[in-house]
RNA sequence: GGCGGCAUAGCCAAGUGGUAAGGCAGAGGACUGCAAAUCCUUUACCCCCAGUUCAAAUCUGGGUGCCGCCUCCA
């Protein structure tokens, strides 16, 4: 597996520290709002990636964490009339139904960072120890002028930062890139006590105690957006290594913006859709596919035809597995003639493929092209008449592909009654020739959403 | 000012030395009672200019255009 690591700007094959295990942190979100299609984007990414390990054996232990203390929680939390808490456990509840209709798994830990203010503080008063941080009033900062390396990650230096700094004047800091650890509390905010006063913790900090309390002081894989190369992980960084002296993370993976008219979507510029939204004109997995047909690292534009696009693509996989699966229906257990040996054969070029390009730095737009690919092979030679194996191992492929990618997670289902009947006086009609009625009936069930499409081996439906 | 990315058909998008995957849309055809689904056929001077090479979308240099980070942001 070769993955693109920031940290080196270079393509570099993946050996993770201990043999078969990977242990990873992902950036998750600030839970003051509905996510926006920006922010699922490394959500849908690193959740492939973590579903192509396990498939190839790998033990992934998979963190990302909730943002549920800062200003913009505080702030949202007044406007709503919540406390801080009310609102962090609403919208992690809103996070966990958007993210499982977009297909991605829950974590091994979604920890909170008010949850770890022992540990957070602990963490902050090491790097005092160590000469890294200090008090300024209330506040505590980490010292980046003591620390050696910062903006390795970043590709800067601390002078050509200051040069085109845009950062707040503050006189308590030492120097303009030193940024809070420990928060000083501000009349009307949250607070927890500490040895610096009562207080909350950064931003940055919260990641790098919960990833090294969760998988230790140097773990595999840190991703997240490339908007937080800096300064959130280059952060991170200084706080970790400082405190412990190891390499923090191995692998750097950042993902590229979706933008909207070519501008990258923010919450700051407000061209940002939220996956809620979308979610009332689109099937979430539509946005899956969406993200999956580009790879991770480039940017990508979002607009509804776009979405559009990747609809009619998705159907296109569906309309494969339900044919299928309806072939399979009433299919005979026999054994595989020459053709469907020689079609037999060929299935596991397709596994091959993909995962060639899965090696490839996760280019999911490559695999989703072999995907296709499988599709057409698929519907040229699985026809009717085809043997149950031969059509079985046609859909295990299938399914083993798109599941990898957490695709084609809708279920046929059942029609009830009503339009089961419907269906079978429709196909009394066309026994009859009654072509007037069966279609005046498949116009009326396309209205309630069940298209019907005929078939040498009866009639298919599907929901649209 | 510093650092970085991108430019491939009507729309999206892979491909990083041997003359262009895949999807969407369009056109024609097959199948169908009609459809739908599916299949077949069809649609590319790879931003420009130089250079390296037997050979470049792919490497080098120079342009042009767009975007991002350096401030909260996925």
Redesign the pocket.
Known sequence: MKLYNTLT?TKEEFIPIKPGEIRMYS?G??VYNYFHI??A??FVIFDVFRRYMEHKGYKVTFVQNFTDIDD?MIQRAKEEGLTVQELAEKFIAEYFVDADGLGIRRADFHPKATEHIDDIIAFVQKLMDKGLAYQAGSDVYFDTGAYEGYGRL???NLE??E?????DINDKKKNPMD?VLWKGQKPGEPAWDSPWGPGRPG?HIECSVMATKYLGETIDIHS?????????HENEIAQSEGATGKPFARYWLH?????VD???????LGNFFTVRDISKDFDPEVVRLFML???YR????FSR??L??AQ??LE?LY??RN?LEHLLKDAEEKPADESEKQFLDRLPRFKEDFER?ME?DI?T??A??VI??L??EI??HVTAGRSAGTIRAALDALKSLTGILGLLNRKQGSLDGEIEELIEKREQA?KMKN?AL??SIRDQLKEQGI?????PQGVRWKRL
């Not at 993902?255 to 933008?259: D, K, P």
Request: hydrophobic share 30%; net charge neutral.
């Open positions: 700007k950036c979100p600030t920006g922010n984007r490394p913009k970043s590709g800067q050509d930062l040069l085109g700094a845009r950062i940024f931003w997240g957006g490339q908007d937080l190369i800096f300064p959130h993902n590229g913006y979706i933008n070519n501008r990258k979507m923010s919450k700051s047909s580009s790879h480039n940017p990508i534009n035809e776009l559009e696009q009619s693509a296109r309309n494969a044919n390009a490839d280019n737009a490559d989703v092209g296709f690919d599709v057409r519907n040229i066309r072509w069966a279609d298209v019907l499409e005929d078939t």
